[in-house]
């Protein structure tokens, strides 16, 4: 899927013409490397860097929706990750001294 229209499609930005520009201004990352094309292919598991007004958001893209459905709907389809923080799936992953 288009990184513009996953944009649009789970509400991060409120048109499809805003993600478009979002993505030509060249401040995204998708997993690491910079996005200067809107049409950049996004696929689950990919994380994405985007800077907002804010601050900086870090998702994972857990799904790819069908559709720009209701807020509940897209934000099932990814998951928000703190910048600079690892994240582990398990518990015996952590190293706790």
């Known amino acids: 899927m288009r990184v513009d229209k996953l944009l649009w499609y789970v509400r991060l930005a409120a048109t499809r013409s805003f993600a478009h520009d979002w993505a030509l201004e060249g401040h995204m ?4 490397r910079r996005i200067e094309r809107p049409s ?3 696929r689950p598991g990919d994380v ?6 804010s601050g900086v958001k870090v998702i994972e ?12 709907e897209a934000q099932a389809c990814y998951r928000v990750l703190e ?14 001294a």
């Open 48 to 53: 994405l860097v985007l800077p907002t007004r």
């Open 29 to 32: 990352r998708l997993n690491g």
């Open 83 to 96: 910048p600079g923080v690892e994240q582990f799936d398990e518990p015996s992953a952590r190293t706790d």
């Open 61 to 72: 893209v857990l799904s790819l929706p069908t559709r720009r459905g209701p807020a509940a």
């Open 40 to 42: 950049a292919a996004v």
